[in-house]
C-alpha cells in the first residue's frame, strides 16, 4: 500500500527538480563575451568587455554592423564593473568562452595582483584563456580594433598568439594559472607577450579597417613583458624573446640564419628542440648547466655553398650552435644585468636539484641570480636539405 | 543475538566493487594530503599501509563471528549494556560520516549550481540513497557492481587523455622528493590520510557478513584497499604534475581544476562535467554504505525491521549533512577535527579493544559454549 504511493510520489519530485530549470540561462538572454580588457583609471578598474554580435558573426547574414560590440564600465573591482555593465547591455555578460585577457601596461606596471583572483575564483571562467599585455597602449584601445581574417578580434589574437609560438617562438602564452603560480613562486618570474597597435588607433576602430586589402592598423604581438613580482619592469626585444623560449624549452619551431663563409646567408629551421636546465652547486657556489638539442632543416641558401659535403654540414652545425648560444646569452645577460629578475625558473630548478642550498638563498634569489654563472652548450644536427640538393647559386658559379 | 534473517548475498568482485567506490569516494575529489606538499602522494601509500593494519582487525574479528554484525559481536565481547551503549554511538558515528560525505557532495555541486540550494541538491542526493536502502544490500552491490566497471573504464579513458594532453603533465614539479625530511610525511598520515578514507573501512563490518564465500573476505579487503589506495596515491601524484603544488593547496577540488586542463587536438576539452558526474557516483556510494552501516546497527541494537529505520536514517543524514557546518570553510575546519579526535576512536580504538579483549577472552575458554 505504502509502495504505491512512495514510488510514483519520487518519480513526480524527481521530474520536477531533475529539469535543472533553477538558475537557467538561455542562450538569447547571455553575451558571449570574448575577451577582456583591463585597464586603471586613478583608484579604479575600467574595465572593458568585447562581446560578440551574434546576427552578425552568423554564417549566412552580415550586415552593416561591426561583429563585436565593446562595453565599458568603471568600479573598485573587477567583479564590481562587470555586473554594472548591465547597465549598459541588454544582456547579461557570459564569460565561460573569453579567449584572452588584454591587461593595460599603465595598470602592469603598477602591479597585477589586484585582478588575478576575481578571474581565478569566479567559476564562470574557464582557465584556458591567455594573458597579455597591451604594450605603450590601453587595453581598451587593443580591443577596439577591427581585425581582417578573423571577425572576431578575440579570436585573431587567441590563434595568432599560438601560431606564432609554435612556428616563430618570439611570443609565449600564458594562462592565468601559470601566471599565478610565476608569481608565487619564488623561483621564477613571470612574463607576459606584448601586444601592439600597429598604425592609427582611430583607423582601426571602424569596420572600413577590414575593408582594404592593406589592413591599416593591425594588432601585433611583440616582444615578452618582464615582470618582478607582479610589476612589469620592462621588455624584451624579438631575439631576447627567442631566447627565453629557449631556456623555457618552448620553442616548438622558429627560423634563423647563419652566414656563410664567402657572404650571404644560409637560414636553417628548427623542427625539434629541447632544453633541459641542471642547478648545481660546486663548493657552495651555484651555477646552471644548460644543453639545447635541436634539429634543423636547411630552408634557404643565398650563397654557393656545396651542401653535398660532410664537412660542410658540420661547418653549420657548428655555427649553428654558437648562434643558438649566443641568442640564448643575450637574453640571459638581459635578465641577469639589466632587470636582475630570474623569469628563466633557474631557482626552481635549484629548488628541485639542491633543496638544502635553496632554502638559504631563497630569500633573496634574485640578487643571487644576478650573478650566476650560466653555462650553455648547444647541439644542432643538421638533418635534411629540402626539396633542393645543392643550391644553383653553386651551380652559376662553375 | 539475532542472526541474519534475509538471504541477501553479494559477490566476492560486487564486495571489492562496493570497497573501491567507498575508498575512492569523497578522497579523490579534495586535497589529500597536501600538508606535505610535494610528498602528498606519499602520505597516501602510508596511510594505505595503516589502513591494511585497520582492516586487519575489522578481518580478524570477522573471522571470530562470521553471521554477526559489528553491534552483535560488541554486545558479546563486551558484555550487553557496554555493547549497547557503543553500538549506539557507532550508529551515530556512521550517521555523522554520511551527513560529512553528503556535504563534501554537496559543496562540490555548489560549484556549478551557484545559486540552487544546496537543500535542494541534497533532497535529490539522499533520495536515491534512500530508495537504495530500501532495496537492500544485494541491490546496492549489483549497482556498485556496474558502476564500478563504468568509472574504471572511464578512468582509465581521462587517463590516456590527460597524459595524451601536451604540455599538462610535468613530472619535475613532485621534485624534490622529501624536501623536509619524514617529518611532515607522517604528520600529514596522522592527521588525515591513515584515517580518511582507509579508517572509514570499519563500515565493512556491516557488509562483510552478506558475503557469500566468508573464507574470501580477508583477501578481498586487502585486494580493494591495496588498489584503492594506488589509485588515490597515483591521482594525487598527477594533480601534483599537472598543478603544481602552490596552486594544488590552493584549490578546493583540485580533480576538476586538473580536468580542466585535459586538452586533446582542441576539440576533447572541458571534460569537467563528465569528471563530476563520476565523483558524484562515486560519493552516492559512500553516503549509501555509511547510511547503510547506521542503518543496519540500529536496527540490530533495537530489533526493528530496517525499512522501517530507513526514511528517519536518511533524514537525520540529510539534517545533519545541512547543519554541521555554516559554510564551507566551517565544513572543512571540522573535517581536521573530526579526523584526529573522532575517527581514530571508532575506527582503531574500539576494534583494537574488541580483539584484545576477545583474545583475552578466547585464552581464558569463554567462547568455547558459543563456538561451533
Known amino acids: 500500500m505504502k509502495r504505491k504511493f512512495i514510488l510514483p510520489g519520487i518519480v513526480i519530485v524527481l521530474s520536477i527538480l531533475v529539469t535543472g530549470c533553477w538558475n537557467r540561462r538561455e542562450l538569447n538572454d547571455i553575451a558571449i563575451e570574448v575577451a577582456i580588457g583591463i585597464d586603471k583609471s586613478g583608484d579604479q578598474y575600467r574595465v572593458t568587455s568585447q562581446v560578440v554580435d551574434p546576427g552578425e558573426v552568423a554564417a549566412k547574414k552580415g550586415g552593416d554592423r561591426t561583429p563585436v560590440i565593446t562595453f565599458h564600465a568603471t568600479a573598485d573591482s573587477l567583479f564590481e564593473s562587470r555586473r554594472k555593465m548591465t547597465t549598459l547591455s541588454s544582456r547579461k555578460i557570459y564569460a565561460a568562452h573569453v579567449r584572452i585577457v588584454v591587461i593595460g601596461e599603465e595598470l602592469a606596471r603598477e602591479g597585477i595582483r589586484g585582478i588575478l583572483d576575481y578571474l581565478a575564483r569566479d567559476h564562470e571562467h574557464r582557465p584556458d584563456f591567455f594573458l597579455v599585455v597591451a604594450k605603450g597602449t590601453s587595453a581598451e584601445n587593443v580591443l577596439k580594433i577591427i581585425t581582417p581574417l578573423e571577425k572576431i578580434p578575440a579570436n585573431k589574437l587567441y590563434s595568432s598568439l599560438q601560431t606564432s609560438e609554435r612556428a616563430w617562438a618570439p611570443t609565449t602564452s600564458v594562462t592565468l594559472d601559470e601566471l599565478i603560480s610565476d608569481i608565487v613562486s619564488k623561483g621564477k618570474q613571470p612574463v607576459l607577450t606584448g601586444l601592439e597597435v600597429k598604425g592609427e588607433q582611430e583607423a582601426g576602430e571602424s569596420k572600413e579597417n577590414a575593408q582594404k586589402i592593406d589592413t591599416p592598423t593591425q594588432l601585433k604581438f611583440s616582444g615578452i613583458g618582464v615582470f618582478k613580482d607582479d610589476k612589469l619592469i620592462g621588455w624584451l626585444n624579438e631575439p631576447e624573446s627567442k631566447g627565453y623560449n629557449y631556456l623555457i624549452n618552448n620553442v616548438k619551431s622558429t627560423v634563423g640564419h647563419i652566414s656563410c663563409p664567402d657572404g650571404g646567408k644560409i637560414v636553417l629551421e628548427a623542427i625539434r628542440s629541447k632544453t633541459k636546465v641542471k642547478a648545481n652547486v660546486k663548493n657552495g657556489e651555484p651555477g646552471i648547466d644548460i644543453r639545447i638539442k635541436m634539429e634543423v632543416n636547411v630552408g634557404e641558401v643565398q650563397c654557393g655553398i656545396d651542401l653535398m659535403k660532410p664537412d660542410t654540414i658540420a661547418e653549420l652545425e657548428k655555427k649553428s650552435e654558437q648562434r643558438v648560444i649566443s641568442i640564448v646569452q643575450q637574453s640571459i645577460h638581459k635578465a641577469q644585468k639589466e632587470y636582475g629578475v630570474d623569469i628563466f625558473g633557474f631557482g626552481e630548478a635549484m629548488h628541485r636539484s639542491h633543496p638544502k642550498y635553496w632554502k638559504e638563498v631563497e630569500e633573496n634569489w634574485d640578487r643571487e641570480f644576478a650573478d650566476l654563472p650560466v653555462q650553455v652548450k648547444a647541439d644542432v644536427k643538421v638533418r635534411r636539405l629540402g626539396s633542393v640538393g645543392e643550391s644553383f647559386l653553386k651551380k652559376e658559379k662553375e | ?372
Open chain 2, 1 to 372: 543475538m539475532k542472526r541474519m534473517t534475509k538471504n541477501e548475498k553479494i559477490t566476492p568482485f560486487q564486495l571489492f566493487s562496493l570497497i573501491m567506490l567507498f575508498e575512492l569516494g569523497t578522497s579523490i575529489m579534495v586535497p589529500l594530503g597536501v600538508d606535505a606538499k610535494q610528498d602528498a602522494w606519499m602520505t597516501i601509500l602510508i596511510g594505505m599501509a595503516c589502513g591494511i593494519l585497520m582492516f586487519s582487525i575489522y578481518a580478524y574479528l570477522f573471522n571470530r563471528y562470521p553471521k554477526l554484525l559489528l553491534t552483535g559481536y560488541m554486545s558479546v565481547i563486551f558484555g550487553k549494556v557496554l555493547g549497547f551503549i557503543l553500538g549506539i554511538a557507532y550508529v551515530l558515528f556512521f550517521i555523522y560520516g554520511a551527513a560529512r560525505d553528503l556535504r563534501d557532495g554537496l559543496e562540490l555541486l555548489a560549484l556549478f549550481y551557484d545559486v540552487t540550494p544546496i537543500f535542494v541538491l541534497g533532497i535529490l542526493m539522499i533520495g536515491a540513497v534512500g530508495y537504495a536502502l530500501f532495496m537492500g544490500i544485494e541491490t546496492l552491490g549489483r549497482t556498485g557492481e556496474i558502476y564500478f566497471i563504468a568509472l574504471f573504464l572511464s578512468g582509465i579513458t581521462w587517463l590516456l587523455l590527460l597524459l595524451f594532453s601536451p604540455d599538462t603533465v610535468k613530472i619535475n614539479q613532485v621534485m624534490p622528493i622529501l624536501e623536509n625530511g619524514w617529518m611532515p610525511v607522517f604528520k600529514t598520515v596522522y592527521e588525515q590520510t591513515a584515517m580518511f578514507p582507509f579508517g572509514e573501512m570499519i563500515c565493512f563490518s556491516f557488509v562483510l557478513p552478506f558475503l557469500n564465500n566468508a573464507k574470501t573476505g580477508y583477501k578481498v579487503g586487502l585486494t580493494a584497499i591495496l588498489a584503492s589506495g594506488i589509485i588515490i596515491a597515483l591521482v594525487v601524484f598527477l594533480e601534483i604534475s599537472v598543478l603544481g603544488v602552490s596552486k594544488l593547496q590552493m584549490s578546493t577540488f583540485p580533480l576538476l581544476s586538473m580536468t580542466q586542463r585535459i586538452r586533446v587536438g582542441d576539440f576533447i576539452q572541458r571534460l569537467d562535467a563528465i569528471a563530476v558526474a563520476g565523483v558524484i557516483v562515486n560519493d552516492f556510494f559512500k553516503v549509501a554504505i555509511f547510511s547503510y552501516a547506521a542503518l543496519s546497527g540500529s536496527s540490530d541494537l533495537f530489533k526493528v525491521s530496517k525499512n522501517k529505520l530507513v526514511i528517519p536514517i536518511v533524514l537525520i543524514a540529510l539534517l545533519a549533512s545541512l547543519f554541521i557546518a555554516r559554510n564551507v570553510v566551517a565544513h572543512f575546519e571540522q573535517g581536521k577535527f573530526a579526523l584526529t579526535n573522532i575517527f581514530p576512536i571508532f575506527a582503531v580504538a574500539i576494534p583494537f579493544l574488541l580483539m584484545m579483549t576477545d583474545l583475552i577472552r578466547k585464552g581464558l575458554g569463554y567462547d568455547k559454549q558459543r563456538q561451533r
